[in-house]
Structures are given as C-alpha cells and as structure tokens.
C-alpha cells in the first residue's frame, strides 16, 4: 500500500510534531503516534482503547455503523449461507477462498489431528465434575504446551503451522471432553469420517450405550455458529491473545490466554449471560422492568446481548442468528419457543426505546446464539466454551499474522501515572 503523505500537526507547550496518517484498504484514517513520545515527550492516553489501532491487519473488517463484517473481503451473511467453517478457517489462515484440492487438503490435516494425546486425559480427573467448562478448557489448552512441544518453535514456520492446526483440530475435543467430564459421561473419541460440526455435536451427546446419528439439521446449526463466531478484528481476547504472543509466548498459552480473556460476562460469558437473563425474564410482561433496570445508572444490570464497541448498527451476525434461531426450532419442531418470544419482544421494545436508540444499542452476536444452543441441548454452561471453539480459528489467524510480521515487537503499553511521587521510607516507631 503507497505510504500517504498526509501528516497531523500536533503543537503544545510551544512544541509542534508532525504525525504521519496512514489510509488503510477501509475504515478511518490512522495517526501513526509510534514516534510522538521521541519527538514530543508525551504519551496518548486511551484505556479502553476506543480510539486507538493496535496493529495493522489483512484478516477482518468491520464497519460498525453499517452493520458489516467482512473476512478477507468476504460479507459474513454470504459465507454464513453459502460456504462452512473449514472452508472459512482456510479463508482467515491463508488470505483467500481454498481449491477443491486445497480444502480436501486442508479438511483432511484438521481432522486427523482431532485426537488428544491420551495422557491429556489424566488432566480432567484433576478437576471437580462442578467445574465450570471453560475452568477446564482454559487449563487443558495450557497444558497442550506440556505435550506438544515439536510445535513451539515459533521462529520455525513449519512448527507455526502445526501448532495453527493442532489448536483448531484439538479444541473441539477438549471443550468436548470439558462437557463430557462435568456430566460423569465417558469421553467420546473424534471420528475421522464425519464433519468438524457433526463431530463435535457426537462428541457432546453420544454414548456409549448406544449408536448415535448425528441430526444434520443440528451439524448445519452447529456449522453455522461455528462460522459466525471465527474472528472479529482486535477484540478483547483477540488483543489478549496477540499481546501475550507479542513475548514469544507458546502458541498454545497464548490461546489459552485468550479463552481466559473471552470467558467475562462482557465479551464471550454474555451468551450464557444472555440466556439467564432471558430466562429470568420469563415472560413479556416483565420486560419493561428490565428495560428500566438497563437504563437506570444506579443499577449495575445491562441488557445482556445488547450493545456492542464497534458495531452502532446491528451486529451482521445476530440477524442470522435471529433467522438461524426460527429455522433451527421449526425444523426441530420446537414452536413458540418462550425464551424466543421474550427475545424478540425485548428486541422490539429496546430499539423502540429513546435509551438503546440514542446510544445506539442494538442485538449482538450473543443474543439469540443461547436460544439455538439451548434447544439444541447444550446447558448454558457450554455456550461459551462453543464461542472459545469457533474463535479459536480466529486467535490463531491473528497470532500467524502478527508472528510471521519481522517488524513484530513486544507490546509494552505506557501509563498515566497519578500516585505519590518519590518520598522517603518512615520507620514504623515514626509513622
Ligand atoms: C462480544 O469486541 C468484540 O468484537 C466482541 C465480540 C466478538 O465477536 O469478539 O463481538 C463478542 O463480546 C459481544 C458483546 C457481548 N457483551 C454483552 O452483550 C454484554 C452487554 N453489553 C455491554 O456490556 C457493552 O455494550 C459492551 C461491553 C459490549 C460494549 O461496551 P462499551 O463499548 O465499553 O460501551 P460503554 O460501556 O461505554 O456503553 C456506552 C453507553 C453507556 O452509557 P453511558 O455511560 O454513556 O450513559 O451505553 C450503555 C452504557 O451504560 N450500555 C448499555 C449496554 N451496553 C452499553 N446499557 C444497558 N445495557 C447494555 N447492554
């Protein structure tokens, strides 16, 4: 991309600094500041980095007041009707739609490397069968550093890319084995002759006891969601997952690093936080309280599912959800489903509300996932282990992405200091 030769005038205190600005492919022009402390002697302060680009990035682009993502260029609308999450996890590794031959190609490694080291196993015996999933996803995926460690060399570009298939290949299993744990079932080994989606769904809900067919209506859901959650620009675990990395961290504590990150409440926990809510809720009748719980500033509740950093327009990925959520329960046979009603009855009175309109709050990716979730007989305690699979696809993407840059440096945020200045140590018969 031509280097712009635009530049931004920053003068203070009789100093005046010229900031280069750099034209991205989209989205907003940036301020490169990399060299404003060395000219000007400050730091920018931002915390929550709302105005601030912490890297440069080909992977995902989102214009949050359309209501687009994009992956590679690609509409997540199109590739969520038209392509499946494989085939979208080549699109975020590799930069572009795969051959018929490559994505065979592609299929064929990820699914043979579904199976865990069968030591792995002993891990979970460690664990309370009350763990909470995502206690023991963090924990295993960890410990993968401890098994495989001919992929760590991240200097090696062979080994990075191992590592890259290992954690997309083995995170299913071991949220899988998660579930399976903290409902006293045996562990369920992968098959290599079913899908990614299929296989994840049999690794949760089959048994021993008996054959078990996987319902393609709920491997298209499964796919689908998988597809929808892959990658979303610099989010909060993303950046988790990239700061980590940016020390030569391990591939494998790097993603864990970031299922840490997604569990909270405010990113990745929310679809479960989303259900309960919903559930709690309970009828329509009641949503008018919540609606004023949400907007009463004394009042820590939020409407879960709801608002968004970037996005100030629907989120691309809850409208279909939203369609996904009537198709998955019709064809389920799952009618009036009264979660599903207060869902959109709750949708319909917030964006009629000055409150959501004025600030710009519309669905998010996490507020109708939990309803297909939930009828396709995950607890809620799953939801967010499931979005920490899909993502995965996605931290690893970035981590290539960042890893593979020779200009990469560790990432070493500055401060605004405001504690006490230099004072002398006070003997404790003085104080
Ligand atoms: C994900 O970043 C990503 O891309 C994340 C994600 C991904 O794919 O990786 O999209 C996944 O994390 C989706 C978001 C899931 N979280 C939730 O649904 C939890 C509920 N939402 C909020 O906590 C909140 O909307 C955030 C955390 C999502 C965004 O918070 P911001 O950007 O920091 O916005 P803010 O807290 O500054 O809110 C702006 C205003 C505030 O009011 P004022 O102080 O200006 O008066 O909007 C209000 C907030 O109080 N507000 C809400 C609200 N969300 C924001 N009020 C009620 N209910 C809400 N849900």
Redesign the pocket.
């Known amino acids: 991309m031509a280097e712009s030769t635009k530049t931004a005038t920053l003068s203070f205190e009789g100093k005046t600094v010229d900031l280069p600005i750099r034209t991205p492919t989209a989205g907003p022009d940036v301020v490169d500041i990399s060299k404003l402390y060395a000219q000007g002697g400050v730091f920018t302060h931002d915390p929550?980095y709302t105005s601030t680009s912490s890297c440069e990035s080909k992977i995902t682009f989102i214009d949050g007041d359309k209501g687009e993502l994009l992956h590679r260029g690609y509409p997540i609308d199109q590739l969520a009707q038209k392509s499946h999450y494989l085939e979208v996890c080549y699109l975020l590794l590799y930069g572009d739609l795969p051959t018929a031959a490559e994505l065979e190609d592609f299929e064929s490694r990820v699914t043979n490397h579904t199976m865990v080291h069968e030591q792995m196993h002993n891990f979970f015996r460690g664990f309370r069968r009350d763990a909470h999933p995502m206690a023991t996803l963090v924990g295993v995926v960890g410990a993968m550093s401890a098994f495989y460690h001919d992929s760590t060399d991240i200097s090696d570009p062979w080994q990075r890319e191992v590592a890259s298939i290992r954690m997309i290949a083995k995170v299913p299993t071991i949220a899988a084995m998660a579930y399976k744990y903290s409902i006293g079932q045996p562990f369920v080994y992968p098959r290599n002759d079913i899908d990614y989606a299929a296989n994840f769904l049999r690794m949760c809900f089959a048994v021993p006891a008996e054959d078990y067919e996987v319902d393609p209506i709920m491997a298209r859901a499964m796919d689908r969601i998988f597809t929808l959650?892959a990658d979303?620009?610099q989010?909060?675990?993303?950046s988790t997952v990239r700061l980590a990395s940016s020390s030569g961290a391990n591939p494998f504590a790097c993603i864990a690093a970031g299922i840490a990150c997604l569990w909270g409440?405010?990113?990745?926990g929310?679809n479960q936080?989303?259900l309960e809510m919903l559930r709690e809720i309970g009828t329509p009748d009641r949503i008018p309280e919540f609606i004023a719980r949400?907007?009463d500033?004394d009042d820590p509740f939020?409407?879960?599912?709801?608002?968004?950093?970037?996005y100030k327009n629907f989120?691309p990925r809850a409208k279909v959800m939203k369609q996904s959520a009537d198709e998955v329960l019709d064809l389920m046979g799952i009618h009036d489903n009264p979660t599903l009603q207060v869902a959109k009855e709750l949708e319909r009175i917030a964006l009629e509300d000055e409150y959501f309109v004025d600030?710009k709050?519309y669905p998010?990716?996490?507020f109708y996932s939990g309803i297909i979730l939930d009828a396709m007989g995950f607890p809620t305690s799953m939801f967010t282990p499931i979005f920490a699979v899909s993502?995965t696809v996605g931290w690893v993407s970035q981590w290539k992405e960042m890893i593979s840059d020779p200009a990469m440096k560790i990432g070493r945020p500055r401060q605004l200091y405001t504690g006490h200045t230099r004072r002398d140590y006070v003997d404790v018969e003085n104080r």
């Open positions: 929550g959650h979303h620009e989010n909060a675990s993303t409440p405010a990113h990745g929310a936080a989303c949400a907007k500033k939020r409407l879960m599912g709801f608002g968004h950093r970037v989120d600030k709050l998010n990716v996490d993502r």
